[in-house]
C-alpha cells in the first residue's frame, strides 16, 4: 500500500511539474524547420519572442485561463492528498483529493480542446512539445484522480 501511495505522490507531483512546463513554454506549435514556435502567451522567432498577433481573442484567454486553473487545482490536490494522509482515519477513502483532480482534469481538457479547436491546425506548424504535454498531463490526471476515489487508507 505505502508503494502505490508513493507512486502515485511521485506521478502527482509530475503531473504538476508538466502542467507549469506545458503553461509556461511558448511551444505549443512549430514551423516544420524548427525556427518559430507559437505557445499561449508569446510568438518565438529564432530567439526572439513577442506578442501575439490573436493576444486579445477571447478563445486564447479562456485557454490560458483553464491552463492556470488546472495548475492551481492540481497543486489544491496534492495539498490535500498529503492533508489527508496525516490526519484521515483508516479505511477512509481520498474523495476530497480525487475530486479536486478531476476538477483539474476537466479544466485541461477544456483549455487544450479549445486550443485544439482553434489554433492547432495552421499550415506548415506541427504540435510542439507543450502540447503533448498538456495532452498527457489530462491522462494522467485522469487517472490519478480515479485512484484517489477508490483508494482506500489502510
Known amino acids: 500500500m505505502l508503494v502505490l501511495l508513493a507512486g502515485i505522490f ?9 502542467l507549469f512546463v506545458s503553461t509556461i513554454a511558448n511551444v505549443w506549435m512549430v514551423t516544420s524547420d524548427g525556427s518559430s514556435s507559437l505557445g499561449l502567451w508569446k510568438n518565438c522567432t529564432n530567439g526572439n519572442c513577442d506578442d501575439l498577433l490573436y493576444a486579445g481573442e477571447d478563445a486564447l484567454k479562456s485557454v490560458q485561463a483553464f ?35 478531476l476538477v483539474c482534469w476537466l ?9 485544439t479547436n482553434r489554433y492547432a491546425n495552421p499550415s506548415g506548424y506541427h504540435h510542439g512539445y507543450s502540447f503533448i504535454l498538456a495532452w498527457i498531463c ?13 483508494l482506500r487508507k489502510k
Open 107 to 115: 479544466c485541461v481538457l477544456i483549455g487544450v480542446s479549445i486550443y
Open 67 to 101: 491552463m492556470i486553473l488546472s495548475i492551481i487545482f492540481s497543486v489544491l490536490a496534492l495539498v490535500v492528498f498529503i492533508f489527508q494522509l496525516f490526519t484521515m482515519e483508516k479505511g477512509n477513502r481520498f474523495f476530497l483529493s480525487g475530486a479536486t483532480m
Open 138 to 150: 489530462f491522462c494522467f490526471s485522469f487517472i490519478i484522480g480515479v485512484l484517489y476515489l477508490v
Open 10 to 18: 511521485v506521478v502527482h507531483i509530475a503531473t504538476v511539474v508538466m
